[in-house]
């Protein structure tokens, strides 16, 4: 069965950078997306950064744009995200995916397995 586990969440102050990890036991899709997401409380989930595994290609939400980058190190079935210059509203639960394909008009579409997610917290 595959697995997707994220680490390397934790606390940090505004300014702050971490790097989140998404390890596979196998990649889902080798030739589709995988994908970070997150989730603030009370607020829905939304799409943060998203690579294709067969090309590196790369869609960014605007809020994250220059600050996070998105990774994959294919040898390892492990995707990164860099998170730097944290603002507080970059609080909230981190979750990586899995898709089929990449492209398409909606990137943060048809996402169909999921990680656990790993808690981020930017505060003073």
Not at 29 to 56: H, N, T
Request: net charge neutral.
């Amino acid at each position: 069965q595959v697995q997707l586990v994220e680490s390397g969440g934790g606390s940090v102050q505004p300014g702050g950078s971490l790097r989140l990890s998404c390890a596979a036991s196998v990649y889902p899709y080798s030739r589709g997306s995988m994908g970070w997401f997150r989730q603030a409380p009370g607020k829905e989930r939304e799409g943060v950064a998203v690579i294709s595994l067969a090309y590196g290609h790369t869609t960014y939400a605007n809020s994250v744009m220059g600050r996070f980058t998105i990774s994959q190190d294919n040898a390892k079935n492990t995707v990164y995200l860099q998170m730097n210059s944290l603002k507080p509203e970059d609080t909230a639960m981190y979750y990586c995916a899995a898709r089929s394909y990449w492209g398409g008009l909606q990137p943060w579409a048809d996402f169909d397995v999921w990680g656990q997610g790993t808690q981020v917290t930017v505060s003073s």
